[in-house]
T-cell receptor, first 107, second 114 residues
Framework: RKEVEQDPGPFNVPEGATVAFNCTYS??????FFWYRQDCRKEPKLLMS???SGNEDGRFTAQLNRASQYISLLIRDSKLSDSATYLC????????FGAGTRLTVKP | DTGVSQDPRHKITKRGQNVTFRCDPI?????LYWYRQTLGQGPEFLTY????????KSRLLSDRFSAERPKGSFSTLEIQRTEQGDSAMYLC????????????FGPGTRLTVT
């Protein structure tokens, strides 16, 4: 079993749609959790950290369920500029990345 | 630009040759990480340093790979006797572990082994 597993995607959605990505992790001792965004041929950049209480940053909402070892990212009112690959990241002593879910937002 | 920099950005080499990549982290970031990323996959952890000490190495890091951070600032990653399977993007990231878990990535070095 992979340490971090994500929806395979790709997701193709129209502008304004709401889209949700899921991620599961295998190591229950994992300490911190993140979503990174990676544009084509660019380096990953932090989108948001994920807290147990859930957190929101504008149109983006992240949730963590430690009991189920599950992380989610919800994007509301999607924009063309949201098109990218979204990487689920789990940290124990070092960062473990999921394979990423590719999102394409179409006009 | 005070971000993470990597050099070279692209490297094409023939199988069997040795290559060396350099990473300059954000100054005062005490942790430095190396990752490898292939098409359609997320970055795979290779190794990391805290200051000049190499604290962890992935099983992915075969004997042909070696990394150094001699003065706790820049780091080098060397691949000896390259193989076609080494073709990938090699990413470097740094962070200040006194501040946050966020890692800042460099633009990567794309290696092609022919």
């Amino acid at each position: 079993r992979k340490e971090v597993e994500q929806d395979p995607g790709p997701f193709n959605v129209p502008e304004g749609a709401t889209v949700a990505f899921n991620c599961t992790y295998s190591n229950s001792a994992s300490q911190s959790f993140f979503w990174y965004r990676q544009d084509c041929r660019k380096e990953p950049k932090l989108l948001m950290s994920v807290y147990s209480s859930g957190n929101e940053d504008g149109r983006f909402t992240a949730q963590l369920n430690r009991a189920s070892q599950y992380i989610s990212l919800l994007i509301r009112d999607s924009k063309l500029s949201d098109s990218a690959t979204y990487l689920c990241v789990v940290n124990l002593n070092d960062m473990r990345f999921g394979a990423g879910t590719r999102l394409t937002v179409k006009p | 630009d005070t971000g993470v920099s990597q050099d070279p950005r692209h490297k094409i080499t023939k199988r069997g040759q040795n290559v060396t990549f350099r990473c300059d982290p954000i100054s005062e970031h005490n942790r430095l990480y190396w990752y490898r990323q292939t098409l359609g996959q997320g970055p795979e952890f290779l190794t990391y340093f805290q200051n000049e000490a190499q604290l962890e190495k992935s099983r992915l890091l075969s004997d042909r790979f070696s990394a150094e951070r001699p003065k706790g600032s820049f780091s080098t990653l060397e691949i000896q006797r390259t193989e076609q399977g080494d073709s990938a993007m090699y990413l470097c990231a740094s962070r200040d572990d006194r501040e946050s878990y966020e890692q800042y990535f460099g633009p990567g070095t794309r290696l092609t082994v022919t």
